[in-house]
Structures are given as structure tokens and as C-alpha cells.
């Protein structure tokens, strides 16, 4: 009789459940010297002693050479679009209205890049080569934290071209190599 029941009513095909984790991030050697001095103010990259590449943040070994990267450089406060995105869907509890920006950025005297916001720029003439700087939150906020930096915001000088991104020296760019 319950079969009846059952056979008569509309089969369920999805139910909303939504699911929230907590993580508990163990940062590990390389990353705890670079939080260290992010506290400090300071970005730091690690230099692979096989090939010269500078990581930052540093995982602590060279991905190409699997040497580990013990040498540690400062870096500058500018950097190098690139790639972006423009995101347009808001995330929960983030303060950031959309549109805004998320880009890949190279620090001057690094390799590679890492992933920070843009502000104080116009979405729409944002582009890959453009040279950026970091603008930090006040010193009594800084934390263990990237986003002691809040944002990058442009700067007025010559773009990077593509195939020099990633190989701009920490004593910055002036429009050649
Ligand atoms: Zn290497």
C-alpha cells in the first residue's frame, strides 16, 4: 500500500545541501619564512640555486630542478600584469564588489608570478605588460597574511613586453631591457 503511495507522488531529482569546511593551513618551512616577512612588510622570493629562477611565495624547492631553495631575495614593490580576469559574480562574505580584478603579477626580481587584486585602475584599460604597485594596509594591520598588501594600482610607466614579463630585474624597468 505504501508502494502505491510512493509510485504516485514526483520523483525527487536533486535536493539543495549546502556543505562549509573549515581548513586548518599548516604552512610549512618555506612558506613560514616568507609569512615571517610579509608580517615585516616584506616580499621575499627564493632563489633555486640550479637554474637562478626566483619564486614567491616559495613552496621551497625549484619545480624545474627539484633543488630546494634555501637563498632567500628581497623584492620589489612593483610588478608586472601577466594575465587577469574581470570577475562579475559576487562571492559570499567577500567585501569586494564586483567588477573588479584578479590578476597574475610578476614582482619586479622574480620569475614567477602570484595572483593579487587590482584597484584604482579602470577595468576595461587594464592589460597584460602593465606595470603595477603594491598599496599595503597600514603597518599596525599587517599579519601573517598576502593581503597585508590590499591591492595593486598602476603605475605610469612603460608596459613590459610579453616576452620580457618574468624577467624584469628588481631594479625595475624604464622602457628596456
Ligand atoms: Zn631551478
Known amino acids: 500500500m505504501s508502494e502505491e503511495t510512493t509510485s504516485s507522488e514526483d520523483d525527487i531529482t536533486a535536493i539543495e545541501t549546502p556543505v562549509y569546511l573549515t581548513y586548518n593551513f599548516t604552512a610549512g618551512e618555506a612558506t613560514t ?44 614593490n612593483k610588478a608586472t600584469v601577466q594575465s587577469f580576469t ?9 567585501p569586494i564588489q564586483p567588477p573588479y580584478i584578479v ?3 610578476v614582482p619586479d626580481g622574480a620569475n614567477i608570478s ?3 587584486l587590482m ?20 603597518e599596525e594591520e599587517w599579519d601573517y597574511a598576502m593581503d597585508n598588501i590590499r591591492y595593486f594600482r598602476p603605475l605610469d610607466e612603460p608596459d613590459v613586453p610579453i616576452e ?3 624577467k624584469v630585474p628588481l631594479s625595475g624597468w624604464e622602457g628596456k631591457a
Open 33 to 76: 619564512r616568507f609569512l615571517h616577512q610579509v608580517r615585516k612588510g616584506k616580499v621575499m622570493g627564493q632563489r633555486c640555486p640550479g637554474c637562478g629562477n626566483v619564486y614567491a611565495p616559495a613552496r621551497g624547492s625549484c619545480a624545474a630542478c627539484g633543488l630546494p631553495t634555501s637563498e632567500e631575495v628581497e623584492l620589489g
Open 86 to 94: 574581470i570577475v562579475w559574480i559576487p562571492i559570499p562574505n567577500n
Open 103 to 105: 590578476a597574475n603579477l
Open 114 to 116: 602570484f595572483i593579487h
Open 119 to 138: 584597484s584604482e585602475c579602470d577595468n576595461d584599460s587594464v592589460h597584460i605588460g602593465q606595470r603595477v604597485e603594491a598599496v599595503w594596509k597600514p
Open 164 to 166: 620580457m614579463i618574468g
